[in-house]
């Protein structure tokens, strides 16, 4: 992937629409979305269901295109791509969180965090170092040779974060990463996706619809009706809010 101008911001889109159906039937979901996300940034994607945000970090997240408009990373038209080159983007660059953790039941944690890289082709032997890193990251390296049915639902979302990360992505794409999870479980989630994008530099982007969560982040992007409303700076980052 061509390098970019060290001064632009990572991801920048540019007047994106995106438009489901055709005709009568047709519906904009987004509605020519302008945005800059600068390398490092933890930003938290907030506004209600079908305010565009869903649509916008899928396409963000490169499994969906624009209908029209920009969508630059580090540089690179990514509209313009193949399918292919889509793909290999996604799988160099970007990790994914999800809300209902998605791991393999019969597997154990570290091989769960392997998966990306088995499915990269990387060595047994790398493959197993860098799980047991990642792991250790999200402080569950002693409980490598657990199921998912032996951990609590935050130590499962820490596994789901190191599998997320053992690629050593660009960007954390986080989709409501806490809603499966009850207040104190929910803190810690956000306290190690903070340190995460503090020690490591990775750029979170995170979709979540409480307040309480979106207050870890730093900038806040309001969605409404398929545009950017606004868009804040978060004064109590790392924070519990009341």
């Not at 399918?83 to 160099?92: H, T, V």
């Not at 995460?196 to 309480?212: A, F, R």
Request: a negative charge.
């Amino acid at each position: 992937m061509a390098a970019s101008d060290a001064g632009a911001p990572l991801i920048q889109l540019r007047k994106v629409v995106k438009t489901y159906g055709a005709g009568a039937t047709a519906f904009q979901a987004l509605k020519g979305v302008d945005l800059d996300i600068n390398a490092g940034d933890f930003v938290a994607v907030m506004g209600p269901s079908g305010s565009g945000k869903s649509t916008t970090m899928n396409i963000l997240g490169c499994l969906d295109v624009p209908s029209a408009g920009e969508f630059l990373f580090k540089g690179v038209h990514v509209e313009k791509l193949e399918r292919d080159q889509r793909a290999l983007l996604r799988r160099k660059y970007l990790g994914f969180v999800f809300q209902g953790f998605n791991l393999l039941a019969r597997t154990s944690a570290l091989e769960n965090v392997e998966l990306p890289l088995l499915y990269r082709g990387d060595p047994k032997k790398e493959r197993r170092e860098a799980a047991m890193a990642a792991l250790d990251k999200v402080g569950l390296k002693e409980w490598w040779d657990h199921t998912p049915g032996e951990l609590s639902g935050g130590q499962q979302q820490r596994v789901a974060i190191a599998r997320a990360i053992v690629t050593n992505p660009d960007v954390l794409l986080a989709d409501e990463p806490t809603g499966n999870l009850d207040s104190e479980r929910s803190v810690e989630i956000m306290q190690l996706l903070t340190d995460l994008n503090k020690t490591s530099g990775i750029t979170v982007l995170m979709v979540t619809h409480e307040p309480d969560m979106a207050a870890f982040a730093r900038t806040i992007i309001h969605f409404k009706d398929g545009l950017v409303e606004r868009i804040e700076a978060s004064h109590h980052q790392g924070e519990v809010v009341a």
